[in-house]
C-alpha cells in the first residue's frame, strides 16, 4: 500500500463543515501510519479542475451531510472515473433521504418506528396547530423530531409536551424543508458500523450511546465529557447478534458499500428498532467509529486502507 496516493476530502460547506474537517484529519493520520500518501483537499469550487491535473489513486470522502452523503460528490469523481471509498452515488440519494430508507427497510420487514413526513408548507396552508394535533394524535408521545435530510442530529430534537412541539418545529425546520416526526423508542441506543471485506459486510462491536441529557443531539455528539459511551455495548449476547443482523441488512438492502454506521435503539423487551444510517460517519475523537473499531482490536488506518485497496480494485 505504500505506494498509493490517496486524496481525502474533507470540509465542504454544510452545517457539518468543522466535524468533517475534524474527520478528514483522523482518517488522514491513520492512512499515513499505514504508508499511504495522503493529501487532504476542501471541496470547493477548485476541486474539479484540481482532480483533473492530479488524478489520486483513489479518494476518501470524509465529507459529512449535503453533498458529501447524499450522492453529488459520488457523481462527479463517477464522472472523472476516479476510484473512491463508500457507497455509489445511486444508494448514496436512497439512503440519504431518511424517509425513503425507512421504508425500504420495513418493506423488507426490519423494525422501524412508525413515522410521518411533512413539508414546511403542509404547516403554513392547512395550520400549524391542526396538523400538530393530528401528528400527537397518530404518534403519541414522547415524539422525535428530526429534518427528512441531514447527519450529525442537527434540528433533532425530542418532545415529551405538546405545549413545546411548536417550538421545536421552527428549530427541526431551521435545517430542512420536510420534517420526519417519529414515535419516539425508549431504550438502549446504539451504533453499529458496518465493514465490507472479502466475506461480505462485517458487523463491528455496537457502542453503546448515554447523552447525559437524554437525547444524542449535535451537541452531545461532538462535546467531549457530555455523552457516556460502552464498546462493546452492555447488551446480551443474544441482543448483540440481533443489533449486528439488522446493521448487516441495512448495508445489504440499501446498497451500501465499504462502510456504512447503523443508529438503532434496543427497547425493553430486547427488539432492535432501525433509526437511520450514515454514509460518511464520523471519524473525529468522540465519534463512534473509532471506538468500534479500537473495540474490534483493530486499527482505523488498517481498515481504511483496505477500503482504498478495494476501491482500487473494483474500478479495475
Known sequence: MSDRWVTVLAGGLSHERDVSLRSGRRVSAALRSTGVTVEEWDADAALLPRLREHRPDAVVVALHGGEGENGSIQTILELLDIPYVGTDADACRRAWDKPTAKAELARAGLLTPDWVVLPHSTFRELGAQPVLDA??????????????????????????????????????????????????????????????????????PAVEITAHNGVYDYTARYTAGLTEFHAPARLPEETAAKVADLAVSAHRLLGLRDIS?????????GDVHFLEVNLSPGLTETSLVPMAVEAAGRSLGEIYAGLVDRAITRHG
Do not use: F, H, N, W
Not at 430542512?176 to 451504533?191: F, I, N, P, Q
Open 261 to 269: 454506521r447503523t443508529d438503532a435503539v434496543v427497547d425493553r423487551d
Open 135 to 204: 401528528m400527537v394524535e397518530r404518534l403519541g408521545l414522547p415524539m422525535m423530531l428530526k429534518p427528512d435530510q441531514g447527519g450529525s442530529a442537527l434540528g433533532a430534537q425530542v418532545v415529551r409536551d405538546a405545549a413545546d412541539l411548536p417550538t421545536a418545529m421552527v428549530g427541526c425546520l431551521a435545517y430542512s424543508d420536510t420534517v420526519l416526526a417519529e414515535r419516539y423508542v425508549e431504550g438502549t441506543e446504539v451504533a453499529v458500523t458496518v465493514i465490507d471485506t472479502p466475506d461480505g459486510p462485517l458487523a463491528l
